[in-house]
């Protein structure tokens, strides 16, 4: 393999695509064991070179011969994690937005600054479980409008607007690496990349309702001149 880890994304999508096959990881590290222990459920054993091809054989006709394949225990899907970790998430982003100059410096109680999480992390898991062609905005997210027309309200800049996005993306991606013995790791490479276009596609639509709170304002002021 190329690169660190590639073995192992190949051994965890092999155990999902083909549960009943044999899957070993051949390593020359002694360590090898040691250091994939989070993902060694997916793998029926760690074998290490160097190794002659008899033992090799009879230890691949021994595990065919015992059936009943290591199952894929505790793997979750990207959704799955997300859900069940949501507070954590949005734990993680607070704590990131406390200690952002730029946003800090419209003044927000925690829950002010934090509410709309919950229903956006919802529609994020809602669009991992229901997959849309990448680049589709056919979801309408309806807690990304509001957002958007109460951070205008609330004085954020429109820059603002996308370092909480950015943010966002920054605490998603840290509860994954946090949970990541029980990835499913042979869709993980779609699941973020539709997680990226979510929160891009949410962040679209907050900007636009955010222009849109402004352009009221403006002609509000302009009739009151």
């Known amino acids: 393999m190329p ?3 590639d073995g192992l994304t190949v051994a965890s999508a092999m155990r999902h695509s083909h549960p009943n ?3 070993f990881i051949f390593s020359g590290y002694p360590e090898m064991t040691a250091a994939t222990s989070a993902i060694l459920r997916q ?4 074998l290490l070179k160097p190794m ?3 033992p090799l054989i009879e230890t691949i006709r021994k595990r065919l011969r015992e059936g009943g394949m290591t199952s894929v225990n505790g793997v979750e899907s990207v959704a799955t994690i997300l859900e069940r970790e949501s507070a954590s998430t949005i734990e993680d982003w607070c704590k990131r937005a406390d200690l952002d100059a730029s946003l800090v410096s419209v003044h927000l109680e925690r829950n002010e600054r934090c509410s709309h999480l919950t229903a956006v992390l919802r529609d994020l898991v809602q669009r991992l479980r229901h997959p849309l062609p ?3 905005h056919a979801l309408v997210s309806t807690a990304a409008s509001e957002h958007g027309r109460m951070r205008r309200k609330q004085g954020y800049t429109a820059a603002m607007l996308v ?3 950015r943010m966002l993306q ?3 991606f840290q509860t994954l690496q946090n949970n990541l013995q029980s990835v499913n790791f042979s869709q993980l490479l779609l699941d973020v990349m539709a997680i990226a276009d979510e929160v891009d596609s949410q962040l679209g639509q907050a900007m636009t309702s955010y222009i849109a709170e402004g352009n009221l304002d403006s002609l509000a002021g302009w009739q009151m001149s």
Do not use: N
């Not at 793998?43 to 760690?46: F, K």
């Open 21 to 23: 096959a044999a899957t």
């Open 163 to 165: 370092q909480e996005s």
């Open 52 to 54: 002659s091809p008899g």
């Open 3 to 5: 690169a660190p880890g």
């Open 134 to 136: 990448l680049g589709t």
């Open 170 to 172: 920054v605490s998603i």
């Open 43 to 46: 793998t029926d054993q760690v």
